[in-house]
């Protein structure tokens, strides 16, 4: 585009914005859409037994939203409190004590509106749920043996090979590498020199949703 038809562009722009000064509001509309999903997010969530887990709930912070309040049906089950960050956004702490299912329920108000949001957790004790995990002629399956998690260095160029056990289904899977991120597909080739992670989302029998990562390089937080 030469000098005369940017200039024309940004007039044009100019005069859209003057016929319509509400059109710049997708922030508006964006944040508006958080906090009506409140904790949704966490719906249908599958965690385990001792986990403890801070998650950012940002929504809380925007102007006008107030009286935030967020409870857990069985707090035998599973115990959740509010951890304002005055340095960053407030966050929710989840603490999973014991196999079960409960209902956490989020109540705040926006510009004097009340709100009202839900989120389904089921609790377990963690269970491998990886059938076969192969890469190359090498079994990795122990990669989750212990947690969703698990770290083992591979090089190299080779297949994959990815199986749930009864029960569990795979939603989404890839590789997270230095240039961007790969789908898979079974049987065909990765070059692993270049994998940082293999990220695997996945339901169990009742539609609970969680999320396996493996770290090719190693992550200090993984277990």
Known sequence: ???????ISLMFAAMLFILNPFSSKAVNSGEKAMIEDGINEWDMRLIDT???????VEFVDIKGVTDFKIKSSN?????VSVEPDPDFWTSIYLNAKKPGKVTLTATYKFNGKKYVSKARIKVVN???PVKTLKVGSKKCTSVFGKY???????????????????????TSCYFHTTGKNIDYKPGK???FNKVN??????TDSEGYK??????????????
């Open 189 to 191: 080739k990765v070059n």
């Open 197 to 202: 992670s293999m990220n695997i989302d996945f």
């Open 210 to 223: 969680a999320t396996l990562r493996w770290f090719n390089k190693k992550d200090p937080n993984a277990h």
């Open 75 to 79: 707090t035998k089950v599973l115990t």
């Open 126 to 128: 963690y269970k491998n």
């Open 1 to 7: 585009m030469g000098r005369k038809g940017f200039i």
């Open 50 to 56: 001792g986990a403890g887990i801070i998650s950012g």
């Open 148 to 170: 969703w998690d698990g770290y083992k260095a591979v090089t190299g160029k080779k297949a994959v090979t990815l199986k749930m056990k009864k029960g569990y289904k795979i």
